[in-house]
């Protein structure tokens, strides 16, 4: 059985990282999320992929290449004109000989979750089997109604007393081939798109078996916002295997489950306190203070009495002396001067609202800092506050309090003006 893998999506909600980069490239303890969901089909046993792709596709088919270096044969079909889920999954037609499994490229999951929708499949024999599981705001998913293991009904985002009780679907599918013909007959969405959900609805009304089986919230995760990436974080370093690789100088100290790459280097006085990940190259202290949930990508300097706390730092990000880093996703080639600080509590102690495309969302978290896009410079004694979201390529001046989001190509002074770059 072959595994399709839709990755074709830019992931508007995860901007300003992904104005660079598609959403499943989005580095999660050191390797991209779309890594991250191979390595647990290649778990469960598949060795052929067929990925279906469009923004950005070459920083997808650069990394992955053929899929050797990874154990795994990828195919990549590309989606010209992004028009849908069942759009996209109905281009691996001709890639598919029988039933296949296919998935969301955005989640991360576990091998488990993957192996009861197979063993529920073979033993149901419908003609989609569909994951499902309870969370608590169903109403911002698509959830299913059930009689047992079948489905009779999806209701996409439905009233919060409809959805209340229900399990939502997960987003990973076991389709025979009669999927296809549905995805044929499925018209657009209110949103001018072919929704998958619609195509498996349509095998539903016309009497096909559609089953679902039930996973646990342990065991999937979708990666759709920026807060969602630092939760997705924790839970793969929360299963890290520890590993001492690179090189430690005298006076260091590792508590719990800390992965130190080839190359790097831990320098005197630094205190890591795990799950943290260090990546390849990377050079931090002396005297830093690593906290829990840290993840420092390839090549990144930390200098001297800096602290990070539960926060992504991405490849050859440079964090200066004297900065705090919390609760926060910095993206590539970053430099923060020294003494930056990106605070992550609102003085009201009331959770951190962020926006998401154009639109103030209440993220739930007490506690989050900021994100910052790729290519961005902050002079000393910057301060960013909780929820601030800073454009790939933008400058912060010296002495600034950031309290609200930069655009991209922006230079902002303490006067608090924004002005295009000549770039």
Not at 213 to 231: F, H, M, N, Q, Y
Not at 256 to 273: C, D, L, N, P
Request: contains cysteine.
């Amino acid at each position: 059985m072959k595994a399709v893998v839709l990755a074709a999506g830019e992931g508007q909600r995860l901007r300003p990282l992904t104005f660079t980069r598609p959403k499943h490239m989005i580095q999660i303890a050191g390797k991209p999320l779309l890594e991250h969901l191979l390595a647990s089909l290649k778990d469960v046993g598949f060795k052929e992929i067929v990925m279906i792709v469009n923004y950005k596709a070459e920083k997808i088919k650069e990394y992955f290449r053929d899929g050797a270096k990874f154990g795994l044969k990828i195919e990549y079909v590309h989606q010209k004109k992004v028009k849908g889920t069942a759009h996209a999954f109905g281009m691996a037609e001709d890639k598919v000989n029988g039933d296949f499994l296919a998935v969301y490229g955005d989640l991360l999951i576990s091998p488990n979750a993957v192996e009861v929708a197979l063993k529920l499949h073979e033993t149901e024999k419908p003609v989609v089997t569909l994951t499902a599981l309870y969370v608590e705001k169903p109403e911002q998913y698509g959830v299913l109604i059930t009689d047992g293991v079948k489905v009779t009904e999806l209701v996409e985002k439905p009233s919060a007393k409809l959805a209340a009780g229900k399990p939502i679907n997960a987003g990973i599918y076991v389709f025979s081939k009669e999927i296809f013909e549905a995805i044929r007959q499925t018209k657009n969405s209110p949103r001018g798109e072919q929704e998958i959900t619609d195509s498996i609805q349509t095998l539903i009304k016309a009497g096909r078996k559609v089953v679902s089986a039930k996973i646990s919230s342990g065991e999937w995760r979708d990666v759709g916002t920026p807060w969602d990436l630092i939760e997705a974080n924790s839970c793969v370093l929360a299963k890290i295997k520890p590993a001492i690789l690179g090189e430690v100088e005298e006076n260091v100290y590792f508590k719990r489950s800390v992965f130190v790459a080839e190359g790097a280097r831990i320098r005197s006085g630094t205190y890591i306190e795990g799950p943290a990940y260090i990546g390849e190259g990377s050079d931090v202290g002396p005297n830093c203070y690593i906290r829990p949930y840290s993840s420092l990508g390839r090549n990144v300097r930390v200098g001297n009495a800096c602290e990070i706390k539960n926060s992504i730092i991405m490849d050859r990000t440079h964090v200066a002396h004297l900065s705090y880093v919390g609760d926060s996703v910095i993206g590539e080639d970053c430099n923060l001067g020294a003494g930056t600080i990106t605070a992550n509590l609102r003085l009201d102690c009331k959770p951190v609202k962020m926006m998401v495309k154009e639109k103030l969302v209440d993220t739930g978290r007490e506690k989050l800092g900021v994100i910052i896009g790729d290519n961005v410079k902050t002079g000393i004694g910057t301060l960013l506050m909780p929820g601030v979201k800073i454009g790939y390529n933008s400058w912060i001046g010296p002495n600034v309090v950031v309290s609200r989001d930069v655009p991209s190509d922006t230079l902002l002074l303490i006067e608090q003006k924004l002005s295009q770059k000549n770039l």
